[in-house]
């Protein structure tokens, strides 16, 4: 694992990591706290209480649960606790899909179809690397900068404002993370009208 906030940038200005994610190997670290690819922080295990948030969000419909990256499971162990009926999981890198395949095996909820979502789903996501640059560089408020940053590509993408709502939970990173260093996160809810 590389150390520390102060290595500098994790993207320098203009790198596209996207032809070699796939196979790049997923260094999973020996506690299995971290999870590098590229030499790049992806997934830390301090983040546990953000991701269950963000995870009962997406299974409070329960249904169909569609969650895009997989990471070290925190967010998709957590779904399996919920009442859901399906469980759909898109990983682009070969290791981490390795990973999911051996999880999903103990998993009790399978997949089975996909489909958009429907009227009434919920949608919730985060990107902390972006989010965190924000909150170091142009935020000190965390929803300022969702209300800024988030919701206009939200209603573009046809979302209606009064369906989109936050909640802030107070979660201090370990001065070693090199994406995130507020000490505050959120968990958005997005209902689809
Ligand atoms: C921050 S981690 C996800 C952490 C996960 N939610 C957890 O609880 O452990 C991001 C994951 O998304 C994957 N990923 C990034 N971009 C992707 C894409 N466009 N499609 C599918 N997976 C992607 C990465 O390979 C990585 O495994």
Redesign the pocket.
């Known amino acids: 694992m590389s150390s520390g906030a102060a290595a500098g940038p994790i993207f320098a200005e203009g790198e596209d990591c996207r032809a070699a994610?796939r196979e790049a190997t997923a260094g999973y670290d020996e506690p299995d706290a971290h999870l590098e690819?590229l030499g790049k922080p992806?997934?830390e295990r301090w983040e546990t209480p953000y991701?269950h948030s963000l995870a009962t969000v997406a299974a409070s419909k329960g249904g169909r649960v569609l969650e895009?990256?997989?990471?070290?499971?925190?967010?998709?162990s957590k779904v399996q606790e919920l009442g859901i009926e399906e469980h759909w999981i898109?990983?682009?890198?070969e290791g981490?899909f390795r990973r999911l395949e051996q999880w999903a095996k103990a998993q009790p909820h399978k997949g089975h179809a996909f489909r958009l979502l429907r009227p009434g789903g919920v949608l919730t996501y985060c990107n902390l690397t972006s989010w965190g640059e924000l909150l170091k560089t142009r935020y000190s408020d965390i929803e300022k900068m969702f209300e800024e940053t988030q919701v206009g590509p939200l209603l573009e993408a046809g979302f209606r404002r009064e369906n989109i709502s936050t909640r802030v939970m107070e979660l201090q990173p370990p001065r070693e993370c090199r994406y995130y260093s507020h000490p505050r996160m959120i968990t958005p809810t997005v209902l689809k009208h």
Do not use: Y
């Open positions: 994610w690819i992806v997934m991701m895009v990256g997989f990471g070290m499971a925190i967010a998709a898109i990983e682009c890198n981490v």
